[in-house]
């Protein structure tokens, strides 16, 4: 069956510091991926995606995505972590044959000042 | 915000009540979705709309009707919830259901719903 699994529920990281929030997929073929977030009381906004080309994709707000195919990956990357980063992380991915998104459960991100 | 609007942003039921959540998007796309969001679970897709039809129901139960009446807008009308109905229910829209990867959807902030 076709899964997203984001291992740790919450991830801790200080103010400054880089952020990794992790993702991998089980999915056939060359999925398309996609990272969301979520800020309290919002719906989801979209942050980034990779289709196809260079396996290090930037998005919004200084975020960026590195896709591993070998490992079949894609992990969510910031170089210097904000406090206003401070949110709930969703990994999803497509199978190119198919409209719907297949959902991790979601990583609660907590950065400190 | 993202174009997509949900109302009401909260709403607390019993469990013989009707209620309606509407979900209106402002972004011209012709593919709609309710989605179930519960805490640490992924997103359950549990409708999808396009150009008003019907293309997908999860194996929703029957107290969850949908309706499409336009490609702008979608309601979910409840009735007769159980308590363990309640979560977030969000609204997203998307240009089309074609397969390519420039299409990715667009979410409202979501109805919290309490079922009592």
């Known amino acids: 069956a076709q899964s997203v699994a984001q291992p740790e529920d919450q991830v801790n990281v200080a103010e400054g510091n880089p952020l990794t929030v992790k993702c991998t997929y089980s999915?056939?073929?060359?999925?398309?991926l996609f990272w969301y977030v979520q800020y309290p009381n919002r719906g989801l906004q979209f942050l980034l995606k990779?289709?196809?080309?260079d396996n290090l994709v930037k998005g919004s707000y200084g975020f960026e995505a590195e896709f591993n195919k070998s490992q079949t990956s894609f992990h969510l990357k910031k170089p210097s972590a904000l406090v206003s980063d401070s949110a709930l992380y969703f990994c999803?991915?497509?199978?190119?044959?198919?409209?719907?998104?297949?959902w991790g459960a979601g990583t609660k991100l907590i950065i400190k000042p | 915000e993202t174009g997509v609007t949900q109302t009401p942003r909260h709403l607390v039921m019993g469990m013989t009540n009707k209620k309606s959540l509407k979900c209106e998007q402002h972004?011209?796309?012709?593919?709609m979705y309710w989605y179930k969001q519960s805490a640490k679970k992924p997103l359950e897709l549990m409708f999808v709309?396009?150009?008003?039809?019907?293309?997908e129901n999860n194996s929703v139960p029957s107290r969850f009707s949908p309706e499409c009446p336009n490609s702008s807008h979608l309601f979910l009308h409840l009735h007769t919830l159980q308590p363990e109905d309640s979560a977030l229910y969000l609204c997203?829209?998307?240009?089309?259901?074609?397969?390519?990867?420039?299409?990715?959807?667009?979410f409202g902030p979501g109805t919290r719903l309490t079922v009592l």
């Open positions: 997203a829209s998307s240009r089309s259901l074609d397969r390519t990867g420039d299409n990715e959807q667009f």
């Open positions: 972004l011209g796309h012709n593919a």
């Open positions: 709309y396009s150009l008003e039809e019907r293309v």
């Open positions: 999915v056939s073929g060359n999925p398309y």
């Open positions: 990779y289709i196809t080309g």
């Open positions: 999803a991915v497509r199978d190119r044959s198919n409209y719907q998104l297949i």
